[in-house]
């Protein structure tokens, strides 16, 4: 694993070191509490360091995922947080937090919303509903006006 200098990040703290930084992916790791804040996208191409990083991480208590900043994950990025997840001992969770409406659906969609050892952060707010469409013809909404 390549820990990059975090001295020139404001935000870093002595806790928390930027671990991986490229152009489409940023991860920053803490150790109190045990925690990653995924930036980015999440892919074939990142999976490997998301791999090594969650197989760093010590299974002897909660772990945290803030997934605020992701742009995308694909269903192999996912599954390694799904496994990570179940392979914790003695009542830990893995929680996401900050998860994105794509991630909740993917997780409906594969089942594994209710994997074990994995949580969703409930204080996550739920994807607002769409604007309804109005009465008037409006480009591209496709209700008609309803019938007099």
Not at 38 to 55: A, M, N, Q
Not at 123 to 136: D, E, G, H, I, L
Request: charged fraction near 20%; glycine fraction near 6%; include cysteine.
């Amino acid at each position: 694993m390549r820990i990059t200098d975090n001295a020139n990040i404001p935000h870093a703290s002595a806790l928390e070191t930027v671990v991986h930084n490229h152009s489409r992916l940023r991860i920053t790791c803490s150790l109190s509490p045990s925690s990653l804040k995924i930036e980015g996208d999440l892919d074939c191409f990142s999976l490997p360091v998301l791999v090594r990083l969650l197989d760093s991480i010590p299974g002897d208590g909660d772990i945290y995922v803030d997934l605020a900043g992701l742009e995308f994950i694909d269903v192999s990025s996912l599954r390694a947080l799904v496994t990570t997840a179940a392979q914790l001992q003695d009542g830990h969770v893995l929680t996401l937090q900050s998860t994105p409406p794509q991630v909740r659906r993917l997780l409906d969609l594969t089942g594994w919303r209710e994997a074990p050892g994995l949580r969703l952060d409930v204080t996550t707010p739920a994807p607002a509903p769409a604007a309804p469409c109005r009465t008037t013809r409006t480009p591209g909404c496709q209700r008609s006006p309803p019938p007099s």
